[in-house]
Each structure stands twice: as C-alpha cells, then as structure tokens.
Nanobody, 124 residues
Framework: QVQLVESGGGSVQAGGSLRLSCAASGYTYILGWFRQAPGKEREGVASIYTGSGNTVYANSVKGRFTISRDNAKNTVELQMNSLKPDDTAVYYC????????????????????WGQGTQVTVSS
C-alpha cells in the first residue's frame, strides 16, 4: 500500500513561514493536507489532484497556504505563509488512489492512507 513520510514541521513566530513536505511511495490520484489542534476535530486544509493539479483550500487558509506536487520527487508540499497562532496543530498528509468515493476532498473519509503527522507551532 501507499506509504507517506512527512517532514518540515517546527516552531515559528506569527507572520512567519513554514514548508511541509510529504514523500509518497506508490501511485496516488489525490493528495491532501489535514490538521488537528488539541481538543478540536481534524479539518481539511488543502487538496490537490496529482494529474490535473487542481486544488481546493479551506477558507481559513485561502490566500496564505499553497499546496503543490513535485512530480520529480513524488512529493506533495504545503507552503504556509503569514502563519497565525490558530494554525498551530499536528499536520497530516493523506492520499488515495480512487477516482470517485462520493466524499468531499476536504473530508478525512476521502483518503485511505495517512502520514504520521508533523507538529506546527506558531507563537504570538
């Protein structure tokens, strides 16, 4: 099955930037980034189709975050700019090879494979 290995998490002050990477082994049709803060439900951040490059974003990160896929490295990236304390969470990359499931791209149930998560901490 698909394995996902994440990197790039860390601590940054508000207004700063971080870039997360997730290396995928095996074929994926769709890739996504999710996050979960303590005491909160996991939420979808961004999603990208590997073939077309079409992307969607949560309203809370639109204009600040950019999801992209590096075909040469078989990785998915999340560039995070203008970070806010509310962005503090464990970030997970997710992948799936199914072309249709009936689930929205920013729902956890859309994805079968998950990375281990990486901590992002934004201080005020």
């Amino acid at each position: 099955q698909v394995q996902l290995v994440e990197s790039g998490g860390g601590s940054v002050q508000a207004g700063g930037s971080l870039r997360l990477s997730c290396a995928a082994s095996g074929y994926t049709y769709i890739l996504g980034w999710f996050r979960q803060a303590p005491g909160k439900e996991r939420e979808g951040v961004a999603s990208i189709y590997t073939g077309s490059g079409n992307t969607v974003y949560a309203n809370s990160v639109k204009g600040r975050f950019t999801i992209s896929r590096d075909n040469a490295k078989n990785t998915v990236e999340l560039q995070m700019n203008s970070l806010k304390p509310d962005d503090t969470a464990v970030y997970y990359c997710a992948a799936d090879m199914r072309t249709y499931t009936g689930y929205d791209r920013l729902l956890s149930r859309r994805y079968n494979y998950w990375g281990q998560g990486t901590q992002v901490t934004v201080s005020s």
